[in-house]
Nanobody
Framework: QVQLVESGGGLVQAGGSLRLSCAASGLTFSRAAMGWFRQAPGKEREFVAAISWSGDNTDYVDSVKGRFTISRDNAKNTVYLQMNSLKPEDTAVYYC????????????????WGQGTQVTVSS
């Protein structure tokens, strides 16, 4: 059974930073594209960032470009999302996801999901 476990969420003031981690098991991690998505109250789940299986290619939603960085450590079966200069509008539950193929931005195309971790950014 594939498990993705997010950690690192919490409460932070605007302008602060958090690093989210997603630890994977039951997955051939080095062959999987990984993504981060988020869902705020009353809104659809949205793409945040993704990284290819090799780590050579990344993509971000426009609203986080220059502030967030996705990375992966295949030796640790872990993907990270470094979030800097956080804004209140970043407040959401953040989910880690995986798929066996190239990364995509549509959450419906991902096969495996973590339980989510809450990120709250205060004004």
């Amino acid at each position: 059974q594939v498990q993705l476990v997010e950690s690192g969420g919490g409460l932070v003031q605007a302008g602060g930073s958090l690093r989210l981690s997603c630890a994977a098991s039951g997955l051939t991690f080095s062959r999987a594209a990984m993504g981060w998505f988020r869902q705020a109250p009353g809104k659809e789940r949205e793409f945040v960032a993704a990284i290819s299986w090799s780590g050579d290619n990344t993509d971000y939603v426009d609203s986080v470009k220059g502030r967030f960085t996705i990375s992966r450590d295949n030796a640790k079966n872990t993907v990270y999302l470094q979030m800097n200069s956080l804004k209140p509008e970043d407040t959401a539950v953040y989910y880690c996801a995986a798929r066996y193929n190239g990364y995509v931005v549509n959450f419906r195309m991902y096969n495996y999901w973590g339980q989510g971790t809450q990120v709250t950014v205060s004004s």
